[in-house]
C-alpha cells in the first residue's frame, strides 16, 4: 500500500509567511475561451504580502491541523458531489 501524499504549502523563507504570489505563465485558449497551460517561471520572483517585498518561496510540509482540516472537509465535499 503507498504511503499517504504529504501536502505542502508554499511559504516565504524570510518571515514564514504563505501570502506569496509567484510569477508564471500562461496561454489564451481560443477554443476553450480562458486562460490555459499555467506554469510557474522558474526566473520569475515571488512577492509576499507579509513581507511587502520580492520573497523567495519555498515548500514545506503542511503542518497546521486547521488547513489540514479544511483541506480534508473539502476533498470530502468534492468526493460527495461526484
Same mark, same amino acid.
Request: charged share 20%.
Given at each position: 500500500?503507498?504511503?499517504? +501524499? &504529504? +501536502? &505542502? ?58 488547513? +489540514? ?10 468526493? +460527495?458531489?461526484?
Amino acid at each position: 500500500m503507498n504511503a499517504p +501524499l &504529504q +501536502l &505542502q504549502e508554499y511559504y516565504c523563507t524570510y518571515c514564514g509567511g504563505t501570502e506569496i504570489t509567484a510569477e508564471a505563465c500562461c496561454y489564451w485558449d481560443n477554443v476553450q475561451q480562458k486562460f490555459a497551460h499555467f506554469y510557474v517561471t522558474d526566473e520569475g520572483y515571488d512577492h509576499c504580502a507579509t513581507c511587502e517585498d520580492q520573497a523567495h518561496g519555498a515548500f514545506r510540509p503542511i503542518t497546521d491541523v486547521k488547513t +489540514l482540516a479544511q483541506i480534508a472537509i473539502k476533498q470530502k465535499d468534492k468526493e +460527495l458531489t461526484t
